[in-house]
């Protein structure tokens, strides 16, 4: 998911694109310990795609706490 499509998102929907992208890299992972991975790119692709969503999750977070 793009950076844009995460951003018109709200704070739920980003906790819960979060849980769903850890859920998925942590089965790529035991997919890689049983060696059923066939692509290992994969994995660096969902670990950014997790990192990308809590970034703007933690920007949602702080311009919703200096709007209080």
Do not use: C, I, P, Y
Not at 7 to 32: C, I, P, S, T, Y
Not at 34 to 41: C, E, M, R, S, Y
Not at 57 to 66: D, F, G, R, S, V
């Amino acid at each position: 998911m793009k950076t844009a499509e995460l951003r018109q998102k709200d704070v739920a929907g980003l906790q819960a694109e979060v849980k769903a992208l850890q859920k998925a890299h942590f089965n790529l992972r035991m997919q890689k310990a049983t060696q059923q991975l066939n692509n290992t790119a994969q994995l660096s692709q969902t670990r950014r795609a997790v990192a990308r969503a809590k970034t703007v999750l933690a920007e949602k977070q702080a311009a919703a706490k200096q709007g209080h």
